[in-house]
């Protein structure tokens, strides 16, 4: 029952509403935390009409990119766990609730990413290097222990530190979509 109690108590009744709160990590709940506010978080910017603009660019823009990435054929079947961890990527950053626990996921992402980038440094591919540093920093920005609950981060321009996993899961989707294409 844990499926259908998650559905109708968490995820229907926040599509019509915003749910910002520092530890959902989507992109739309960090443009609500800059754009919207809430009792939690002061926001420093006020535009509820800018705020669903920008959400909507952005997860359309992660949508198409994923979709033109995995479109492209003739890849190396080990690169299956790098296109498996790159379309999580990408539904943790459109989906509307992103816990920071929902992280977890890059537990596979990384080592699988990494993997290929080291077969790639293997091989003398010149990029490898930086794959892999940009790599490690979007693993490290995700996963890593940040006080989302102190409350001076919830104010003003402080709100933007609040999106510090967020970004790490984008860092490790465009990595991951850079070796795709690389490869």
């Known amino acids: ?4 109690d998650y559905l109708q108590n968490a995820l ?9 709160p520092p530890m959902n990590q989507s992109i739309d709940a960090f443009l609500s935390r800059l754009f919207v506010g809430s009792d ?10 800018a705020k669903r603009l ?33 379309v999580l990527l990408a539904i943790l950053a459109v989906m509307k609730l992103t816990w920071v626990q929902t992280l977890a996921a890059m537990l596979f992402v990384w080592p699988s990413l990494m993997l290929a980038i080291l077969r790639a440094a293997e091989r003398g591919a010149p990029w490898a290097r930086r794959a892999g540093i940009a790599a490690c920093l979007g693993f490290f920005l995700s996963s890593a222990h940040f006080p989302l609950l102190w409350s001076h981060l919830r104010h ?11 970004s790490g899961v984008l860092v490790l989707w465009a990595t991951s979509a850079a070796v795709l294409h690389r490869d």
Do not use: D, K, Y
Not at 40 to 49: D, E, K, M, R
């Open 12 to 20: 229907l009744p926040c599509l019509g509403e915003e749910a910002a």
């Open 54 to 86: 920008l959400s909507a660019l952005a997860a359309l823009a992660v949508v198409m990119w994923t979709l033109q990435t995995l479109a492209r054929r003739n890849r190396a079947p080990g690169l299956l766990p790098v296109e498996l961890g790159f």
């Open 1 to 4: 029952g844990i499926v259908t």
């Open 156 to 166: 003003g321009p402080w709100v933007f530190v609040t999106g510090v996993h967020l």
């Open 40 to 49: 939690v978080v002061a926001s420093p910017f006020h535009s509820l009409g």
